[in-house]
């Protein structure tokens, strides 16, 4: 038998795609041929086909990234089990888990918590986890919440252990009743079930009766810091929930609460900002080499995610590989055939893992695993040490407790006080919200500021210093997160997205100059670019959109005409990028639905969230608004609440919805006048054509959801102040194109 000590604790395997490479190059030589026809064709057309000409040229740009993003698709294998072969229990590293909350009402405690008794419960020594909960909301309620879970949490985590439980946050584990409770179990296993199951409706009882009351519970003893503030003016809170003071590797892990100060008029860098505290706090207090951090609604869902991530990290050959392991991001009770095209399956499963074949999956934010060297600023070639570097003062800010403890994690000391409360007084030091003046605190360590997607910024500044990330997709996946649900929550989201991204593009980290002055691979330069310009990328559609309304309202052509042989060319791309997407779809075992809801979205999010990103970012580079973090907000579930409902688009009053129901409306409009025969003689036969109707058509039937939310009432209804404004900027259009003389 082969010495454990010599196989690979992960292995790579690359996927050949042929026949889905061909067609991309197909695709490609479709779209170069269209453009050249414009070219050729340029004399004779005006306005309509240089408008063409550019948006196609923009298509064809966009589709040369996403063959580079494709090229190399790549996934790994990992084996714990050769991982506790060769690593004894007590040998295996620490690390310090950290969940963010920010709003109590938005993200529900009960969510908060279920998170953080999965990540307790993890199948990892609990004397080497600590878990941290930053919570930028500054709630008694999610304080009070830790505080019951982690009563409930002595019995709870047990129990996990016990019996080998798969979901390790109780809701979804009690939610699942009849497959959790089927089989020859014994009835001990029952009884305790039963205990547990009362147990935690008990606790959530607790919780969910706490958020309903205004003032929930007296504010003396342990929560009297919470009397007299408001959240965003108050002093740093930390406390510790429960401390492992025998070090038990069976125990719990230590549980800390952390609401950093927060002032009036003092820049607190939204989520960057409260990473950054968490790094430092856990820094003085347990100092492990590799931090997980999860978003507050991220429920672990492979309780053996740490020894993957530990496979990844400790299996390469040397510590200048991996900085950093991204699980992908998965959700529970996702609705079905993802109305919403927010699951992003597809989008993982070629764009995301062939990214990760380039240098490495971007970080995403949630479900990932750093090491806290790479955080504090190391490159691959310090990684032997820094030797003291000088002025540690200036990069980590005046607590000589904290300059103490990097300089240790540079150095790869790993030192644990004997007792969390030691460090108290230099970690509210270092949760002051004046305590990053002048320090290089979001500029060259710890999470990056400046940007509303502080993740790719932060994973950006990391690939630049030359470092790999790796992808990790254990089955089951590691963690399941709550897609944002209805219209407006994920508008939200991608409105945020979008203008985050686009400040990176416009700003000195615009990834091109690190690939020219630092170690960002071109290729990996051209992944950022994708994700960067999606804000950017609203323009052409929406041109693009409005081509085919304008050529039949004035009667003209923006596609080749029937008798040329170019004729083809657009009909061609239509159908194979169709059956290329489609494919993609049913390979991955999602259904022809739920291609088709992502294909619609595809071409709504570009016309309302990413157009609103560009006018973000313009707004603030013309300092007219500040940057917001606008949370996205988390239901507990969602498939089976609202039955049928749940896919049904849903509206409120919010300007992103004023784009789409207007091309709605232009697009009614040029059919109508088409069907009328309303449209004027054409000019020398140049006449639109079946094409241009069969684009109207298609558009009309991408946007069903607003043709459905226009006669739609409540939520389910496009407010009629949307519909007003679309309807003026309907005529707008309409008169403009009837008066512009067809050229
Ligand atoms: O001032 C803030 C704002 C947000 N958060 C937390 O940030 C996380 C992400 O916020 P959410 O509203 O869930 O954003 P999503 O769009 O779902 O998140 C994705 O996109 C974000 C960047 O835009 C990343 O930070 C996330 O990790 C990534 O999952 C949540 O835990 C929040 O509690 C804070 O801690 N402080
Ligand atoms: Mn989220």
């Not at 672990?300 to 530990?310: C, D, K, R, S």
């Not at 040397?318 to 529970?332: G, I, L, M, R, S």
């Not at 995301?352 to 070639?381: A, D, E, M, W």
């Not at 081509?547 to 194979?576: C, D, M, R, W």
Request: glycine share 6%; with cysteine; proline share 6%.
């Amino acid at each position: 038998m082969a010495n454990p000590n010599s196989l690979p604790l992960h292995e790579r395997f690359e996927h050949k795609n042929t026949l889905h490479k061909v067609m991309e190059f197909i695709i490609l030589f479709l779209l170069l041929s269209l453009l050249v026809y414009r070219l050729l064709s340029f004399n004779n057309n005006g306005f309509t086909w240089l408008i063409a000409f550019l948006c196609e040229l923009s298509f064809t740009f966009n589709w040369i990234i996403t063959i580079n993003n494709k090229w190399n698709i790549v996934e790994y294998k990992t084996y714990p089990d050769r991982l506790l072969q060769r690593v004894a229990e007590h040998e295996l590293p620490p690390v310090d888990m950290f969940v963010t909350t920010a709003d109590p009402e938005l993200e529900p405690p009960i969510i908060t918590i279920n998170t953080v008794l999965s990540l307790l419960a993890l199948d990892y020594p609990a004397d080497k986890l600590a878990c941290y909960v930053s919570d930028d909301g500054c709630s008694p309620l999610t304080f009070y919440s830790l505080v019951e879970a982690s009563k409930f949490a002595k019995l709870w985590v047990p129990f996990c252990k016990k019996y080998d439980v798969q979901v390790r946050a109780p809701f979804r584990y009690f939610s699942n009743n009849n497959t959790m409770f089927s089989g020859n179990k014994s009835n001990e296993f029952k009884r305790e079930w039963k205990t547990l199951k009362d147990e935690y409706e008990q606790l959530s009882r607790k919780v969910v009766d706490a958020v309903g009351t205004s003032i929930p519970f007296d504010l003396s003893g342990d929560f009297a810091v919470f009397s007299d503030i408001e959240g965003n003016n108050h002093p740093t809170i930390i406390k510790v929930v429960w401390e492992n003071k025998v070090g038990a590797s069976n125990g719990l892990p230590h549980l800390v609460y952390i609401s950093r100060e927060k002032r009036p008029k003092h820049p607190h860098h939204s989520k960057a900002g409260a990473m950054n505290v968490l790094t430092r706090v856990s820094g003085l207090m347990t100092n492990a080499p590799f931090m997980l951090n999860v978003d507050c609604d991220m429920l672990v869902n492979n309780p053996n995610m740490m020894f993957h991530a530990m496979c990844m990290l400790l299996g390469s050959k040397n510590e200048t590989e991996n900085a950093f392991v991204q699980f992908p991001q998965t959700f529970y009770d996702g609705l079905k055939d993802d109305p919403f095209g927010n699951q992003m399956t597809v989008v993982w499963k070629y764009a995301g893992r062939g990214i990760s074949g380039i240098q490495g999956p971007f970080y995403l934010g949630t479900g990932c695993v750093h090491r806290r060297k790479v955080i504090y600023g190391l490159s691959p070639n310090d990684v032997k040490g820094t030797n003291g570097k000088p002025e540690l003062h200036k990069t980590f800010g005046n607590s000589q407790e904290f300059i103490k403890s990097a300089d240790d994690a540079l150095r790869g000391k790993t030192k644990y006080p004997d007792m969390l409360s030691k460090s108290m007084e230099a970690a509210h030091q270092v949760g002051d919200c004046g305590y990053e003046y002048d320090t290089n605190w979001g500029k060259k360590v710890g999470w990056m500021y400046g940007s509303r997607t502080e993740d790719i910024l932060t994973g950006l500044s990391i690939h630049k210093r030359g470092w790999r990330s790796i992808i990790c997709s254990p089955d089951p996946p590691a963690f399941q997160g709550c897609a944002p649900t209805g219209g407006p929550a994920s508008m939200t989201q991608q409105k945020r997205w979008a203008t985050g991204l686009l400040e990176i593009l416009l700003s000195k980290n615009c990834p091109i100059f690190h690939t020219i002055f630092a170690n960002l691979k071109f290729r990996m330069f051209l992944a950022y670019f994708w994700v960067f310009s999606w804000a950017l990328r609203s323009v052409p559609e929406l041109c693009y959109a409005a081509l085919p309304a304008y050529s039949i309202i004035t009667n003209t052509h923006f596609l080749p005409k029937g008798q040329e042989p170019t004729y083809y060319i657009p009909i061609a791309l239509f159908v194979l990028y169709h059956v290329y997407t489609l494919s993609e779809y049913l390979q991955t075992g999602l259904s022809i639905r739920a291609w088709w809801n992502n294909q619609r979205m595809g071409r709504i999010i570009p016309m309302s969230a990413w157009l609103f990103g560009v006018v973000g970012v313009i707004l603030k580079l013309s300092g007219r608004s500040e940057t917001v973090f606008e949370v996205t907000r988390k239901d507990q579930s969602t498939s089976t609440d609202e039955g049928t409902e749940a896919g049904t688009f849903t509206f409120d009053k919010s300007p992103v919805f004023v784009p789409p129901t207007t091309i709605l409306l232009v697009h009614l409009t040029a059919l109508a006048t088409a069907l009328f025969g309303l449209q004027p003689p054409a000019h020398d036969g140049l006449r639109s054509g079946p094409l241009e109707v069969v684009c109207s058509v298609w558009l009309v039937l991408c946007l069903w959801p607003f043709l459905k939310g226009l006669f739609g009432a409540g939520k389910y209804g496009i407010p009629s102040s949307t519909i007003f404004k679309s309807a003026g900027f309907t005529l707008l259009f309409y008169t403009l194109c009837t008066n512009m003389c067809p050229l």
